[in-house]
Nanobody
């Protein structure tokens, strides 16, 4: 079992930056990706960034590419999402997740079996 706890959300003005953290505990041999998703109320969760844990390849949605950076600190069992040049449309609940589906896709929420509780990010214009 894997437990995930996000932190670092908050309110920021457009153009500002935030760093989200996701502390992971527990263990599973079957984790392939660690990722960040976001969700606006009434919409599906959107995969925005992920890292392939067995090779460190990173993936980004077009909506955040060149503004957000995903990284991890293995010694601290922590995943990060550095968000820069934030826009009002980045306002959402942000979730950390772990993919345990063999052959899973980094952006597909249904392939991720472990989720954090979410942290709210609000960007004002």
């Amino acid at each position: 079992q894997v437990q995930l706890v996000e932190s670092g959300g908050g309110s920021v003005q457009a153009g500002g930056s935030l760093r989200l953290s996701c502390a992971a505990s527990g263990y599973s041999r079957r984790i392939y990706y660690m990722g960040w998703f976001r969700q606006i109320a009434g919409n599906e969760r959107e995969g925005i960034a992920a890292i392939y844990v067995r090779g460190d390849t990173t993936y980004y949605a077009d909506s955040v590419k060149d503004r957000f950076t995903i990284s991890r600190d293995n010694a601290k069992n922590t995943l990060y999402l550095q968000m820069s040049s934030l826009k009002p449309e980045d306002t959402a609940m942000y979730y950390c997740a772990a993919c345990d589906a063999y052959g899973g896709v980094w952006w597909r929420a249904s392939d991720f079996g472990y989720w954090g509780q979410g942290t709210q990010v609000t960007v004002s214009s």
